[in-house]
């Protein structure tokens, strides 16, 4: 699907169809002034059919809406947050507990809001949901740090517009113990909404949803891969949820996932009581990378200018990819697993992903090698392997290839928009939309990777929700 929108979130209009343009050619003729030629591309629509009629009904029952709170003119007070006061053009950082106790550990987790001198929308951004993923703290500590935050900043609360809430660590146990889970070995991202008479997560989670979701005008939620593998930076959100969708594209990289996650998370319950929530996934678990924690920072700054809350004009891609399936490439025997390439891979049909091989059998490998033209969105980074284990999560793009070849470094290794220092503006008639046909496996984006799926009291709580 095509459209071209303004830039202000939740409340933007739809203009028509935008004209996509390659890169500029100039002819070869001598003693003449070289003239610029553009050539536009035809952008694919490959969604199913089902899910693209979905998409455009959505946005076509999208309108303007009307927040005269917003307006600069309006009246523009303190704001509260757990019975504390924050008055406007400052900072404050209070601690949040995660349960109601009289005796043992609450698990007080901090919360800073910068509560911005001028009127403006409530976002919140979350980090450390999981509690061994470590992009979203990363990501939340580099945007409360001195350089964003001090006076003339961008995030110099006298200057902002709106309250912004950042959250580094919300799983604080699992955090403490290295751990995805809580300690009563559940997955807080399928508690959602929670239950203030439940088990222990669904109780945090009913805590975090009554002070930090439901009143949020819209949530970045940061997370990385589970253990075993590596996601390349990527936004996932539920295209038919329109204003999640242009939240989506405001964050600024290229890689669009269309997908509706399990109930019980953040996303699914938050966008049922239409906040817009997205996604940001890059990076693995109990590690750093430099790029995911970077692109993470220029989204959530790319937003805050879409929004207007920050001053600046948000950077563009040259292209987005809004992908609804993809394809598994899998092992086809068992042994260790010697990865040639990473997350972020740009790959031709035929060359080499990985080679397996046994210790019992030496001298003997095979090869997984690429089905297509494609990017790399996910590898495994466990060397043990069986067969029919997922290596690498593909997704073919075989139709726009060139569009890869074009922003490709040395390495091989795809470069998403805001991992560099380089800043180019781009109207949003200039970017290519590519859709791409697919189912993901399984319903989800990460179904077939080992442990994403729901433990056994995840089930149950799933089955008790649908009951």
């Known amino acids: 699907m095509v459209t071209n929108t303004t830039t202000r979130l939740m409340v933007l209009t739809l203009r028509g169809k935008r004209s996509v343009h390659d890169r500029p050619t100039f002819p070869k003729a001598m ?86 001198r001028r009127p403006g929308p409530c976002i919140t951004i979350i980090g450390g949901i999981h509690g061994d993923e470590l992009t979203g703290p990363s990501a939340c500590t580099h945007l409360l740090s001195n350089a964003f935050t001090d006076e003339g900043k961008p995030l110099d609360p006298k200057s902002l517009a709106g309250t912004l809430r950042i959250v580094p660590v919300v799983n604080l146990p699992g955090y403490r113990m290295k751990s995805r889970y809580f300690p009563d070995g559940r997955d807080l991202n399928r508690q959602f909404p929670g239950d203030p008479g439940g088990s222990t997560t669904r109780r945090v989670a009913h805590q975090i949803w009554t002070h930090l979701v439901e009143d949020s005008d819209a949530i970045i939620d940061i997370h990385s891969a589970a253990k075993g593998r590596k996601n390349m930076p990527q936004v996932r959100c539920d295209l038919t949820h329109t204003s999640s969708y242009l939240l989506a594209k405001s964050f600024g990289i290229e890689i669009i996932l269309d997908s509706i996650p399990s109930k019980g998370t953040l996303r699914r319950t938050a966008n049922a009581a239409d906040i817009p929530v997205v996604t940001y996934e890059g990076g693995a678990a109990d590690t750093l990378g430099d790029q995911s924690v970077k692109v993470a920072v220029h989204g959530v700054m790319n937003a805050l200018r879409s929004m207007r809350m920050v001053p600046g004009n948000p950077q563009r891609p040259k292209f987005r990819i809004m992908a609804s399936g993809s394809t598994w490439l899998r092992a086809a025997e068992g042994g260790l697993l010697d990865m040639f390439v990473q997350a972020g891979s740009v790959m031709r049909e035929g060359e080499v992903v990985a080679t397996i091989s046994d210790p019992a059998t030496p001298g003997m490998t095979v090869d997984i090698v690429a089905p297509e033209d494609g990017l790399i969105i996910g590898a495994a980074t466990n060397p043990f392997t069986a067969a029919g284990m997922p290596v690498g999560h593909f997704l073919p793009i075989s139709k726009h290839f060139s569009l890869l070849r074009e922003q490709i470094d040395e390495h091989g290794q795809f470069i998403v928009n805001g991992s560099q220092e380089e800043r180019v503006w781009r109207e949003e008639h200039e970017i290519s939309e590519i859709s791409l046909d697919g189912e993901w496996s399984g319903g989800e984006v990460d179904s077939e990777w080992v442990g994403s799926k729901p433990t056994g009291d995840e089930k149950e709580f799933e089955e008790e929700e649908a009951a």
């Open 31 to 116: 003693g003449r002034r070289k003239k610029k030629t553009v050539r536009k591309v035809r952008v694919a629509h490959e969604l199913p059919k089902r899910r693209r009629i979905a998409i455009d009904e959505a946005m076509k029952a999208h309108r303007t809406e009307d927040r005269p709170e917003w307006d600069r003119t309006s009246d523009w007070g303190d704001v509260r947050f757990n019975r504390k006061r924050i008055k406007p053009g400052t900072l404050r950082t209070i601690h949040l507990p995660l349960l109601n106790v009289s005796l043992g550990d609450a698990w007080p987790v901090p919360v800073t809001i910068i509560h911005g």
